[in-house]
C-alpha cells in the first residue's frame, strides 16, 4: 500500500500541537533545558517511539534518543533536532525536525537497513537557562567542557545541579558521546526560519552551509550625574556613544552583502528618567557566509566603537566575545538529499542557513546534512510560527527517500 504521506503530515502537526502545551507558562510555549515540562515531551516521545518498535533511552545531558535496529549495530545514522524553546516560543521550532525524522522512520516498516537510526531529541539548543548554547549536542558529540556544569541559571541553580534534579547522573556525561567511526552521518530538518523558499514557491531546500557567527558583549563606561544640572559639554553620557555604535552598525551591515549584525540587547545603569547613564552594556551578533569578511567585519566594527568612545570621553570595554566559524555540510550526504529532493519531482534550491543549529556541532564530529522546510511568513522564536501539512508531507517523503538512499550506498 502507497505511503499516504499526507496523513503522516497532520499527525506529526497534531503532535508538534500537543508538546507546544507542555510549558512552563500557562499563557504561552517557553520549555526550557531540564524544566518539569520536557519530562513530559519525554513520555509523549516515548509512547509514540514505543508504537514504532523503537527502544527508548534519556542520556545524562537530558538527550531523548529513540532507536530503530539494523542488520548491524556497529553503525548509526542520526536524525534529530531540538526539544527545548525560547520564551513564547511558536510550536515548530526544533521538535518539527525530530517529528519528522519520526514519521520517515514509520515509512519504512519492516524494511531492513543495514545499520540503526537513532532519532535524537536534543535536550538544550537555544541557550536560553544556562546561556549557552548547544548543551545537549555537545554531549552527543563528545565536546562537552565539563567546567561548565559549575554554571548557574538565573535562579543561581548549578548546571549539575539541574542534571540531578531530572534524574541524571552528571558523571555519565561522557558515555553520551557516539564514536565518530560508528555514525553514517546526521541529518536534522528544520523550519527554514526565514523568507526564501516561500519567495520562490518552493517546499522544501537544501542546506548548503551554515552560516559563521561572533557574539560579543561589549560596555560603554562614562558617567552618572543629575538630568538637570549637569551641563551638556560637561557630560560623560555613556548612552549617547552606545547609540551612536549602533547607527553605525547598522550602515556597516547595510553597505556590506551577506553581513547580519544585531544588537539585540542594551541595559543601561542607573536606567533612570533623571539621571545621566553612566554605563550602558550591549550585545552584537556579527554572521556572514564566509568568516573571513564576518572577521574583518567585526575588526571594524570593534574600532569603530573605540573610536567613538574616545569621541565621547568615555571607556569602552569587549566582556565577551565567542565566535563560530561558518560550518560546511559533508559532501556525499548533500549529494544524497539532494537526489532526494529530486526524485520526489521537487526543484532543487540550495541555500545558507543564517541560523546556528545543532547540526553545528554534530558536524565538527560527523558527516552532516541539513534539510530546510519552508516556513510561510517566516517569523520565527514567536507564536506565529507556522508551516503547511503539504510541505511537512514532502519533508517526510524526503527524508524517508534519504534514509534509504544512504542505506543503498551504505552497501555499495
Request: net charge negative; hydrophobic share 45%; aromatic share 6%.
Amino acid at each position: 500500500m502507497p505511503t499516504d504521506f499526507a496523513q503522516l503530515a497532520n499527525e506529526v502537526l497534531r503532535r508538534c500541537r500537543q508538546l507546544a502545551t507542555y510549558s512552563e507558562d500557562p499563557t504561552c510555549l517557553t520549555r526550557t533545558f531540564l524544566s518539569p515540562p520536557m519530562a513530559e515531551v519525554h513520555r509523549a516521545l516515548g509512547e509514540w517511539m514505543q508504537t514504532l518498535g523503537m527502544s527508548t533511552r534519556v542520556d545524562a545531558m537530558g538527550n531523548f534518543v529513540g532507536r530503530r535496529e539494523g542488520a548491524s549495530s556497529k553503525r548509526t545514522l542520526l536524525l534529530g533536532s531540538h526539544l527545548d524553546t525560547v520564551p513564547n516560543a511558536g510550536a515548530f521550532d526544533g521538535v518539527l525536525g525530530v517529528l519528522v525524522a519520526l514519521a520517515a522512520v514509520k515509512t519504512l516498516e519492516e524494511t531492513p537497513l543495514p545499520f540503526a537510526v537513532d532519532v535524537i531529541g536534543f535536550s538544550e539548543e537555544e541557550g536560553v537557562r544556562f546561556a549557552k548554547p548547544y548543551l545537549g549536542s555537545r554531549a552527543i558529540a563528545g565536546s562537552f567542557d565539563l567546567a561548565l556544569l559549575t554554571r548557574q541559571d538565573a535562579r543561581q541553580i548549578s548546571l549539575q545541579q539541574a542534571l540531578l534534579d531530572f534524574g541524571l547522573d552528571p558523571a555519565q556525561i561522557a558515555a553520551a558521546a557516539y564514536h565518530a567511526e560508528e555514525v553514517v552521518g546526521f541529518l536534522e530538518a528544520h523550519l527554514e526560519q526565514g523568507p526564501i523558499l516561500e519567495s520562490l514557491g518552493v517546499p522544501v531546500g537544501l542546506v548548503e552551509g551554515i552560516v559563521g557567527q561572533s557574539r560579543l558583549r561589549v560596555r560603554f563606561v562614562g558617567a552618572a550625574g543629575h538630568a538637570g544640572t549637569t551641563p551638556m559639554e560637561a557630560r560623560r553620557d555613556a548612552l549617547v556613544p552606545a547609540a551612536t555604535w549602533i547607527q553605525a552598525i547598522q550602515r556597516y551591515a547595510v553597505e556590506c552583502p551577506g553581513l547580519r549584525a544585531t544588537v539585540g540587547s542594551v541595559h543601561v545603569v542607573p536606567n533612570a528618567p533623571n539621571v545621566i547613564a553612566g554605563e550602558v552594556e550591549l550585545s552584537l551578533d556579527v554572521r556572514h557566509a564566509a568568516d573571513e569578511t564576518r572577521e574583518q567585519a567585526l575588526a571594524h566594527l570593534l574600532a569603530s566603537a573605540r573610536q567613538i568612545a574616545v569621541t565621547h570621553r568615555v571607556e569602552f570595554q569587549l566582556i565577551e566575545q565567542t565566535s563560530q566559524g561558518s560550518t560546511a555540510v559533508d559532501e556525499r550526504l548533500k549529494k544524497s538529499l539532494a537526489d532526494s529532493i529530486e526524485d520526489c519531482g521537487h526543484r532543487l534550491i540550495a541555500l545558507p542557513s543564517g541560523a546556528g543549529h545543532d547540526a553545528v556541532v554534530m558536524a565538527e564530529k560527523f558527516p552532516m546534512a541539513m534539510l530546510f522546510i519552508r516556513h510561510p511568513g517566516g517569523v520565527s522564536h514567536h507564536p506565529d510560527e507556522r508551516v503547511e501539512a503539504s510541505d511537512v508531507a514532502v519533508a517526510i517523503e524526503v527524508v524517508s527517500k534519504f534514509i534509504s538512499r544512504v542505506s543503498r550506498e551504505f552497501a555499495e
